[in-house]
């Protein structure tokens, strides 16, 4: 396929057995079968993986700006819908470092 022609260099990060890139349709399937398979919900998307992948890494602290890049958004406003606050993490961080410990 294209890929072995390339000197194994690709564009794409998601190709098929021949080096090919895979369409957005037949990587929405995969995810959906692979997510039947395992039991997980059937509204479970590209998105959603994209979106959970986000979610940790701002989870984690790793910095917006770095998330926004992984994502290739034009906006850090963009980027910043994926700070939600998690309640736990919240009443961690306030138990850590208020001073009325």
């Known amino acids: 396929g294209r890929f072995a022609a390339r000197g194994g ?3 794409w990060l998601l190709l098929s057995t021949r080096g ?3 369409s957005r349709m037949r990587i929405w399937e995969i995810v959906h079968e692979h997510a039947a ?3 997980l919900a059937a509204d479970i998307s590209p998105h959603t993986l994209r979106h959970s992948f986000a979610t940790h890494l701002v989870a984690g602290g790793v910095d917006l700006r770095h998330v926004q890049e992984m994502l290739g958004h034009a906006s850090i406003a963009t980027t910043q819908r994926y700070t ?4 736990g993490r919240l009443r ?3 138990e850590q470092f208020h001073p009325r410990r």
């Open 9 to 11: 260099q690709a564009d």
């Open 92 to 94: 961690s961080v306030h």
């Open 84 to 87: 939600h606050v998690d309640s």
């Open 37 to 39: 398979a395992a039991g």
């Open 20 to 22: 090919n890139r895979l």
